[in-house]
C-alpha cells in the first residue's frame, strides 16, 4: 500500500521534480499543486501521510499554510515538511512553531535527502495507521456503550412494568408518564441527554410501592389516614431502592422516586421540600403523573375528562405543581391530547365534573384525596 503524499509548490519544475522523486523511489503516490488554497482544499477532502509545502509562494507562504493545515484535527499528527532554500534561523523558528516538521533544502542532493523523506514518509504512514486504529477503537468502544445502554434501559422498563402490574395496570400508565415527562423537559428546553434521561427514568417514580401491603395499594376506595400514612411510605421507599447507583440513570431515577410527590408550596411528602428546592426531574414527572393519574380510571374512581384534568393542573399551578412545568405541559397540548387518546381505557365521562365520584366533583377537594392514592 502506497502512502499519500501532498506537494504544493508555485513553481511546475520543482513541483514534476519532487513527484518524480518520491514516486521514482516507490515511496509514494504525490498529488501535487501550485496553488496553495487548491491544496488545502485538497487537504480537507483527502486523507495524506505527508504534506511537503514551499516557503516562498504568492498569495500564502509556507508558514501561513502549516498553520491552515494544523488547524484540520485529521493533520494533528502527519508529517508537515517545509521546502526552502532559505537558512536562516528565524525562518525556522517560526515555521517549528506553526507546526513544521522539518525542513529539506529545495535542491535536494545526495543519499540523505532521501533517507530523510523515507523516514518522514513511514512516519506518516505510521501516524495515519495509529490515527485509522485509534478511530476504529472509537467505533467498538461506542458500539459497546450503546448496547450496555439498550441492556440498561431494557432492564429499567422491565422492572417499572413489573411495579405497574401489581398496580393492577399493564404499563400504560407508565409509558405515558415517560412521554409526558420528556415534552415538559424539552419545552423548558433542557439538554438533549436530560430529555432522554427523564424519559427512562420517570417510569421508576413508583418503585418503592412493591413494598406497600395489597391490601392498601388494591383498596377500592379510599385510604384511611393510617392507610394513607402507609402509602406516602413508597416514596422514599422508591428513593431507597435506587440509591447509590453508579448510573446516571439510576441516580436520576431516584431523585424522581423521592421527590415526586414533594409539592411547590412545601406541602408535600416525604421531606416537605418546596420550590426550586425539589429536584427539577421530580417536579416534571409530578405534573405528568397528576395528569395521566387524573384522566385514569381506577377502582376507587373514575377518570377524568382530559380538560378537567388539564383545569386542574391550571388552578394549582404554583400551588402544588412547578408553574413553569405545568407551562411547559399546556405549551405542548397537541402532543399531549394524541398521546392521552392512544391509551386503551374505558369511556371518560365527559359530560361534567358532577358525574365523577364525590371527591372528585368537589371544587375544592384536596390533593391527597385526589393524586396520593395508589394510582
Sequence with gaps: MFAQALLVDDSRSALDFLKRLI????????????????????ARNHDFDIVLVDYEMPGMDGISFIRCIREMPKFADIPVVMITSIQTDDVRLEALEAGATDFLPKSPQGLEFSVRLRNLVNLGMASRKLSNRAADLAKEVAAATYKLQQREEEIILRLA?????RDNDTGEH???VAQYSRLIAEQLGQPDRFCRNIYLAAPLHDVGKVAIPDQILLKPGRLSPDEMAVMRTHASIGGEILANSRSELIQLAALIACAHHERWNGTGYPSGLAGEDIPLCARIVMVADV??????????????????????LEQQSGQEFDPACVDAFLARW??????????????????TTATLVPEMAEADASYNEIVTQPF
Design 161 to 165: 412494568l413489573a411495579v405497574e402490574y
Design 334 to 351: 397537541s402532543d399531549v391530547t394524541k398521546i392521552c387518546a392512544s391509551k386503551e381505557r374505558p369511556a371518560v365521562l365527559v359530560d
Design 291 to 312: 395528569f395521566d393519574a387524573l384522566t385514569m380510571k381506577r377502582p376507587y374512581k373514575e377518570a377524568m375528562p382530559i380538560d378537567a384534568a388539564r383545569e386542574y
Design 23 to 42: 514516486e521514482s523511489d516507490g515511496l509514494a503516490q504525490a498529488t501535487a499543486f501550485q496553488n496553495p488554497l487548491q491544496g488545502l482544499a485538497a
Design 174 to 176: 407508565t409509558l405515558r
